[in-house]
């Protein structure tokens, strides 16, 4: 097919094709009569080749010779004015042709440009790429139906005044005709033929009324199927992922906008309707088709609505604590709050629809399932005041839920056995739609919501929140945790990061999210088709389960690192395999900063030293927890983290972070203003911050073992114990020093409760201390001692 053909079967298109050709340089006229000639010819030699321009140019004014010559005797005045002033135009290029080729091959590639834009565009339709163009044409269509179904009620708003007024003209006619009581029979049978025409063309009014009205009750069902069953149900699903993080859009002023476009024209039509009855009880005659048709369509009519409203009334804010770690779990005895919203707009229903809140209506009855009962204000109007875009909204502020006595141990008809944080209840809202005659009771429910009675289950808790949201297509399945179903992986990554996305407005990325995968299934080439267990995330490993060391790291992280985590500077997720390799190729002082993997909300960095041998050696420290971050910023940990090595001045061995930013341009935004002994954090700088690194044990290290390649080696950590005491929870508070030194809180155990001559003999030779670090290698490469007991000059020694 011609190019040109192919462009104007693009309709969406055509307005891109006039504002190219809204020029004299190629005229659309010539354009199009000369297409076939034009796109058969090689403008690009053209454009280079002077000789053949001109043969071109030549027979370029030859066919619009031709043109003129059929436009003269089509008799087309208009057309052969225009080709005669485009060949005049054309005249400028005589000692230019290739500049007429160039300007032609031009428009020949804008017009491929168009082309490609359209094959585009239908390619992302056909295989569901670009969901957001497609959700705003699927938006746009529905616009379209709608304005169509109010043109149709409006049309059919003059339909009915034009019916009463032709039901009118015959009913004065046949009135007259009664009481003029006309002898003449001749007069009186063309009165009688007049009236009968006007009831017959009454008749077939009343008809195409009907047939107007079954027309728009269609399109009304249409409508009402894709809001109810495709617009509300996507709605829903969003506010399902965006009450677990998801950064979907939950608004319902459109919805709302919709379904009171529906609803306003269902109640003209039962208008309509209730107008034909009237104008039947005027005037009727046999087989009047309102008679036997008015009953069907009165109570089609009746059905949609009663099936729309049904569907509007909805819970906009999901039950959630002030306090809470998300919405959909609740404590008993302390209070929440929850909105329900009519999507169906009727200023004349402000403040007269009461909205009654109960709980579990249709409660499972299952062994230990507990009852609950909703305490507060549990009646509310519906108004628009409390909704800032004037929808019609019940919000309850100040409601509390306390346990039935009666209801927790009874046995039921299954003997499933579900823990409290999974049991799912169903907060139930219930009112009465009544307006113009038409009555219909309506209920919303939550999502399901996790009722605790202690702080300690809320963790527990929001992971059940997490797992059926994640998962779960039915939002009123009570019973999801009797059998629960495996996540994707894509499922649940994808989760996982709008947990940092909520908290941080930074989610997760590729590389964060294989190292998980990675924690969770090995070393896979693709993760795609993994699955993740309930019991894998949630109850395996007890205490410490997969979603508690995660959650561990996206406290620490909201609560004082959210900064430097927003801005990219922690890795975060990368296993110690990972880190090594990442940061041996790099060069000295290179370090990055990672979570835990065995300590809960732990986070540690590690840096590359390089050997007096010239091999890298990648050090690491023992993970930072809210113990120290609470009294110093990380950035200050960073800043002023320092090495005291044999008759050398203290130094910072953290120079660039990875890959290759200097530290402090890095974090220098972050720095306090005051530095060195004015620092507000120099007690903790002076107690905790410097080690002491032994010459001969670096010197004797080998600095680069072979399991490395296994995400191991060896790790010098804060204090002594390395990236084993991770495993040892047993830190001691901060205390003011007492003796020649001071304990330190991120030391083990075993080295702090060891008197003072086993303490120096600990850190001269650790080695003889691996008893307790079973799982690692013995390190020896630092030692700590009390900064502020140390006298500069001495190493590992006490003064």
């Keep these: 097919m011609a190019q040109w053909d192919r462009l104007w079967q693009l309709p969406a298109y055509r307005q891109q094709l006039h504002e ?31 000789a053949f321009a001109m043969v071109l ?11 003129h010559s059929r436009f003269v005797q089509e008799e087309s005045f208009l057309l052969q004015h225009n080709i005669r002033r485009y060949k005049q135009n054309f005249q400028r290029y005589v000692d230019e042709p290739c500049a007429l080729a160039t300007t032609i ?135 399902q992922k965006a009450c677990i993080g998801a950064p979907d859009n939950v608004c319902l002023d459109q919805l709302e906008n919709w379904f009171t476009c529906v609803a306003v024209c269902l109640f003209q039509v039962r208008e309509f309707l209730g107008k034909l009855e009237e104008l039947v009880g005027k005037v009727s005659y046999e087989n009047d088709p309102v008679k036997a048709q008015k009953p069907a369509l009165q109570k089609r009519t009746d059905t949609l609505l009663n099936d729309l409203l049904k569907s509007s009334f909805v819970v906009e804010t999901q039950p959630s604590m002030p306090q809470g770690k998300g919405s959909l779990v609740l404590r008993t005895n302390v209070q929440f709050s929850v909105k329900a919203r009519l999507l169906v707009k009727f200023p004349e229903l402000n403040h007269s629809m009461k ?45 509390t839920l306390k346990e039935q006595k009666s209801g927790g141990g009874g046995k039921g008809v299954s003997d499933i056995s579900l823990s409290v944080t999974e049991e799912l209840h169903i907060i139930c809202f219930n009112t009465v739609f009544e307006l113009k005659g038409f009555s219909v009771e309506l209920q919303a429910s939550s999502l399901p919501v996790v009722i605790i009675s202690n702080s300690s289950q809320q963790q527990s808790a929001w992971g059940s929140v997490l797992w059926f949201n994640m998962i779960s297509q039915d939002p009123k399945d009570v019973m999801f945790f009797a059998n629960t179903p495996a996540a994707t992986w894509p499922q649940f990554g994808e989760m996982l990061s709008w947990q940092f996305l909520s908290a941080t407005k930074r989610g997760l990325d590729d590389t964060q999210l294989e190292m ?137 061995p953290l120079l660039y972070l990875y890959p290759n930013t200097p530290k402090d341009e890095a974090f220098g935004k972050y720095y306090t203003e005051k530095s060195g002994e004015d ?70 155990g075993s080295v702090a409760d060891s008197e003072p001559n086993d303490l120096l003999t600990y850190l001269n030779n650790p080695i003889f ?19 502020n007991s140390l006298l500069p000059q001495s190493c590992g020694s006490f003064p």
């Design 679 to 748: 620092s507000p954090y120099i007690k903790y700088i002076k107690t905790k911050l410097v080690f002491v690194s032994k010459e001969n044990t670096l010197e004797a290290r080998s600095p680069m073992p072979s399991d490395m390649a296994q995400g191991e080696g060896l790790e010098p950590m804060n204090g002594l114990c390395g990236e084993a005491a991770e495993q040892d929870g047993n830190l001691l508070p901060v205390t003011p020093p007492l003796e020649a030194y001071d304990p330190d809180p991120m030391l083990n």
């Design 769 to 787: 201390f691996d008893s307790d670090f079973q799982d690692e290698q013995p390190l020896a490469d630092f030692s700590l001692q009390g900064f």
């Design 355 to 399: 909205v009654d809140v109960s709980m579990d209506k249709e409660a499972p009855q299952i062994k230990g399932y507990r009852r609950f009962n909703v305490l507060g204000t549990k009646t509310k109007a519906l108004n628009m005041a409390e909704s800032q875009s004037g929808g019609m909204v019940a919000d309850f502020r100040h409601l």
């Design 57 to 67: 140019f030549q027979v370029l004014l030859e066919n619009l010779d031709i043109q």
């Design 516 to 652: 998980i995968a990675n924690k969770l299934f090995g070393k896979k080439p693709n993760y795609d088709t993994c699955k993740v267990a309930w019991s894998k995330f949630c109850k395996e490993n007890t205490p410490d389960t997969f979603w508690v060391w995660f959650d561990g790291i996206l406290v620490m992280v909201k609560t004082y690192l959210e900064d430097l985590w927003r801005d990219g500077l922690i890795m975060g997720f990368v296993t110690k395999g990972k880190e090594k390799s990442l940061l041996k190729r790099k060069q000295r002082g290179t370090f990055l900063l990672r979570f835990s993997e065995s300590v809960i909300g732990g986070i540690t960095f590690s840096w590359v030293e390089i050997t007096a041998t010239g091999e890298p050696d990648v050090k690491t420290v023992q993970p930072f927890t809210k113990v120290d971050l609470s009294q110093i910023p990380f950035h200050e940990i960073i800043r002023n983290f320092q090495i005291l090595e044999a008759e050398n001045v203290p130094e910072n």
């Design 105 to 239: 091959l031009w428009f020949l590639e804008k017009e491929k440009e168009i082309l490609e834009s359209a094959e585009l565009a239908e390619k992302v339709q056909l295989l569901h790429v670009e969901q957001e163009a497609m959700e705003i044409s699927s938006q746009q269509d529905l616009e379209r139906k709608l304005a169509g179904l109010r043109n149709e009620v409006q049309c059919m708003e003059h339909t009915m005044i034009c019916l009463e007024e032709q039901q009118d003209e015959f009913d004065f006619k046949y009135q007259t005709h009664k009481l003029e009581a006309v002898v003449d029979e001749a007069l009186k049978n063309q009165q009688i033929r007049g009236l009968q025409l006007l009831v017959n063309r009454l008749n077939e009014a009343r008809k195409s009324t009907l047939s107007g009205l079954n027309n728009i009750l269609d399109k009304t069902h249409d409508l009402i199927d894709l809001l109810v069953k495709k617009e509300l149900v996507e709605w829903q699903r969003r506010q």
């Design 20 to 50: 190219l050709y809204d020029r004299d340089a190629l005229p659309m006229d010539v354009r199009h009569y000369l297409a076939a000639w034009i796109e058969k010819q090689d403008w690009q030699r053209a454009a280079r080749d002077d």
